[in-house]
């Protein structure tokens, strides 16, 4: 017999699937950091010079904080200064631990265009006294998601516009050619650190050009090749 739980356990949190009317179960959700150098010297920081000799930063959000394009959310508490970061986001499909770049690709289910929203004023006081910035990045609905493509329908996509307007007007424009940790690198890297599995989700970094929300805009980001996230800020 198994036990019972106190109160009911929460629904696990999905994101869509292209032509499928399956969800994709979202178990955890990994981010890379300056992973564009135009984005790294946005930021006041200098690009890696060689992705193979330095290892990416990671850091994580709630799998719950997974929205689904198209949702209106309220603007997030304790900040000033909430950021947009679209992404290329790659759904595993499998896992591992110490998983070879040349085998890491394997493990993609699919990919689709998401937001690494970001409370940037937090992000900086925190970076700037030396501690954690987790809720800077982690918190509720953090994370909107667009519909996954299986990479049966549309491969890996390598090269490709990444792009982001708010409310009409271009902001981030860039190009998947550009990231300097390449998905592949991106999977053995993080594998080293946790032992991947079927249903990790990887914001893949930002292009340059992230900037404030303010309530009541209409965000629109897309990745060529891949597919669209929409989200509009609550008033
Ligand atoms: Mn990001």
Redesign the pocket.
């Known amino acids: 017999m198994s036990a019972a739980f106190i109160f009911p356990p929460p629904l696990w949190p999905s994101v869509a699937i292209a032509h499928d009317p399956r969800r994709f179960p979202v178990r955890r959700i990994f ?3 300056l992973n564009y150098a135009a984005h790294a010297r946005e930021m006041g920081k200098e690009p890696a010079k060689d992705a193979s000799a330095e290892p990416p930063v990671f850091f994580t959000k709630p799998a719950d904080a997974v929205v689904e394009s198209g949702a209106t959310i309220p603007y997030p508490t304790l900040t000033n200064d909430f950021h947009h ?1 679209i ?1 290329l986001v790659a759904a595993l499909g499998s896992g591992g631990a110490d998983i070879p770049a040349g085998q890491a690709l394997n493990c993609v289910f699919g990919y689709a265009a998401g937001i ?1 929203l ?1 409370r940037r004023d937090l992000q900086a006081t925190a970076r700037n006294a030396g501690r954690p910035w987790d809720m800077s ?1 982690g918190f509720d609905y953090s994370a909107p998601i667009g519909t996954i493509r299986p990479v049966a329908a549309i491969g890996h996509p390598a090269r490709g516009r990444i792009a982001l307007s708010v409310n009409g007007v271009v902001r981030q424009a860039g190009d998947l050619s550009d990231l300097i940790w390449s998905v592949a690198d991106i999977i053995a890297a993080l594998s080293r650190n946790v032992a991947l599995a079927p249903g990790d989700l990887i ?1 893949t ?2 292009p340059s050009g992230v900037g404030p929300l303010l309530p009541g805009d209409r965000v629109e980001g897309e990745v060529e090749h891949v597919g669209t996230v929409a989200v509009s800020i609550g008033k």
Do not use: N, P, V
């Open positions: 981010c890379i950091a970061e992404e690494d970001t990045k914001f970094g930002t």
